[in-house]
């Protein structure tokens, strides 16, 4: 290597950087200035395909595996050093943004850019990811295609998703060509890094340059079913009544307190009502609805639930209503890699970026590959927290400094040769 270059002042080329944003926005349009480029449609192809051609420029071999990910890869010196992965997602939402999972995988390129033109040499090779699927919206669910790779779902069940017209997830990735050769979930990983906006409003309230995500978030999703009697409103005396919305008020109540007992580290609340029969005037007989507790920590996810299972049916029972629930949806907190936690805080020290510790609030593909190998993520701040939308915005700095600590925090990871 070039020995005359400080490494610890080395930095992207913002302006690089922004441009490779912006062409890739041009791929694929919205209607209010960001874009449209769901997974395995015709706009999706040619996002992935202006992205092979920038990778292979950059000297970098592709390859993609059976979920159509695509794996660019800069050889290392070392043929036995596992890879060091950075990257995220080129899927946008219907009416998405232009850095939502674009930053992470524009950026990992830029990266490697500079790497090339400082004749950086590394120990262990270093790939850039686009996972498939990461958005969920045409086929569910979100992160489909690293949650094959990481074993939490079948390839064929994946195949099997189906868009709103009836379109299968095989059928579409095969249609636009990238289905890959590799199989899924072979590759084996040194450590991955995964660079995205915040889509959260912390860091910019705060001021911060890079947040240094140590957590992802946990959910529980409790199905509740409250069962009384209809009857009606007018003629049933109040002592012989028994209302089921009355059940539904005092648990709505009961999981804001919960939540409330262990700020800020939790969140509750019940996004999702159906009323029987629904009528003016019948008492109703049965409310089905969901609660949804959130946490970064697994002990407080475990401390909600309990004290939950222990006084919902005492209150329902209080009021002549019955409740049954049922767990629908689970997902227990990622911690991600200390190693790598430190590598990305250390990068934003070295650089003189501001930084805080911070919990990602979304999934990400991160989160599963974590599960598998060392992995951490880098955010960077948007404007009013404003993501899954069309006018989602970062300024161009934010973009550059997150750029520059995932720099720093690969090339320590993957060891750079002298
Ligand atoms: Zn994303």
């Known amino acids: 290597m070039n020995s005359s270059v400080d490494k610890s002042n080395m930095r992207i080329d913002g302006a690089r950087l922004w441009d490779s944003l912006m062409d890739m926005a041009k791929v694929g349009p919205g209607i209010a200035g960001g874009n449209n480029r769901q997974t395995l449609t015709d706009e999706d192809a040619a996002g992935r395909a202006l992205f092979q051609s920038w990778c292979e420029a950059a000297g970098m071999t592709m390859g993609v595996d059976t979920m159509g990910n695509m794996f660019a890869t800069r050889a290392g010196t070392d043929p036995d050093a596992l890879p060091v992965y950075m990257g995220s997602h080129l899927d946008t939402q219907p009416t998405g943004g232009k850095y939502d999972g674009v930053l992470g995988v524009l950026g990992a390129l830029e990266a490697v850019r500079t790497m090339n033109d400082l004749g950086l040499k590394t120990k262990h090779p270093i790939v850039i990811a686009n996972w498939t699927n990461e958005e969920g919206t045409r086929f569910a669910p979100a992160m489909l295609a690293s949650g094959v790779f990481a074993g939490k779902h079948t390839q064929d069940w994946a195949y099997d998703r189906v868009d709103a017209e009836g379109k299968s997830f095989g059928d579409e990735l095969k249609r636009i060509g990238w289905v890959g050769s590799e199989q899924v979930g072979a590759r084996k990983m040194h450590a991955m890094f995964e660079l995205h906006i915040e889509q959260g409003p912390i860091l910019e309230a705060e001021k911060k340059d890079i947040g240094v995500v140590t957590h992802g978030q946990g959910l529980r999703w409790i199905e509740c079913t409250v069962t009384g009697k209809e009857s009606h409103t007018g003629s049933t005396p109040m002592p012989m009544r028994k209302n089921a919305g009355r059940g539904l008020a005092r648990i709505t109540e009961l999981v804001h307190e919960i939540a409330m007992k262990h700020q800020p580290n939790a969140v509750g609340a019940i996004g999702h009502v159906d ?17 949804d507790f959130r946490s970064h920590l697994q002990d407080v996810i475990d401390a909600m639930l309990e004290e939950f299972y222990d006084r919902a049916p005492k209150l329902c029972d209080e009021i002549g209503v019955t409740l049954e629930t049922e767990i629908v949806g689970q997902f227990n907190p990622p911690a991600f890699d200390e190693a790598c936690v430190t590598a990305v805080r250390n990068a934003a020290e070295t ?22 190998y060392p992995t951490s993520m880098i955010m960077c701040p948007c404007v009013d927290g404003l993501s899954h939308n069309e006018a989602e915005e970062i300024s161009p700095e934010w973009a550059a400094a997150g750029a520059d600590v995932l720099l720093h925090a690969v090339l320590a990871t993957a060891q750079v040769v002298e």
Do not use: E, Q
């Open 275 to 291: 009323v029987y029969p629904n009528s003016r005037n019948i008492i109703p007989g049965k409310v089905v609805f969901t609660i």
């Open 351 to 372: 650089l003189g970026y501001s930084h805080m510790d911070i919990v990602s609030g979304a999934g990400h593909d991160a989160c599963w590959i974590n599960d598998l």
